[in-house]
């Protein structure tokens, strides 16, 4: 049986949904008023993972100006739970605050899929820094925390990144 705290978790979550899904918003729509900052591909070994494409208003990347969208062009199926494991191992790796990411990856259980080769997970930051993910420009759902866009997109483009040579191509330094 679903304890209380989780069906209100889901109905908010379907809520966002039906909000998100009602502005009939798609990935062009998104990025059609933003430019192309960057982009980069994360290999491992000698596959590619996936192609990763910045946009910001200005086509230049600068720290907390939003609006901001991140792109990620899956070349590989990857299941939701790596997907998360993945995200909490890079915030371990910048050493964010534990007691703020833990809620943050329940919340993005409910909304992360399974990716499969070809797919599109955009996670789109408003101006107000507001952060929502679309999946195959669908809406999914997004976490209204005020560090969450920030921490988000930190995994790609913090300077402590453990992805350096991305952040440099994302942000057009490369």
């Known amino acids: ?44 070994m000698f596959m590619d ?19 901001q969208a991140l792109t990620i062009h899956y070349h590989k199926n990857i299941d939701r739970q790596r997907l998360i494991d993945a995200t909490r191992e890079q915030w371990q790796q910048q050493q964010l605050n534990a007691a703020l990411y833990k809620p943050w990856l329940s919340q993005l259980t409910l909304i992360f899929p399974d990716v499969k ?40 483009l913090a300077r402590n990144t453990a992805l350096p040579s991305l952040r440099k191509q994302l942000i057009g330094e490369q």
């Open 117 to 156: 080769e070809g797919d599109r997970l955009t996670f789109y930051v408003s101006e107000q820094g507001e952060g929502f993910f679309y999946y195959n420009q669908v809406p999914v759902g997004g976490i209204q925390h005020p560090d969450f866009a920030a921490a988000f997109l930190g995994i790609w």
């Open 49 to 67: 993972i996936y192609n990763a494409s910045l946009y910001s208003r200005t086509g230049n990347y600068q720290e907390l100006h939003y609006p």
């Open 1 to 44: 049986m679903m304890r209380l705290g989780e069906a209100i978790t889901k109905l908010k979550l379907l809520l966002m949904i039906s909000l998100l899904a009602s502005t009939n918003v798609s990935h062009a729509t998104i990025t059609a008023d933003l430019k192309p900052v960057g982009e980069a591909t994360l290999k491992w």
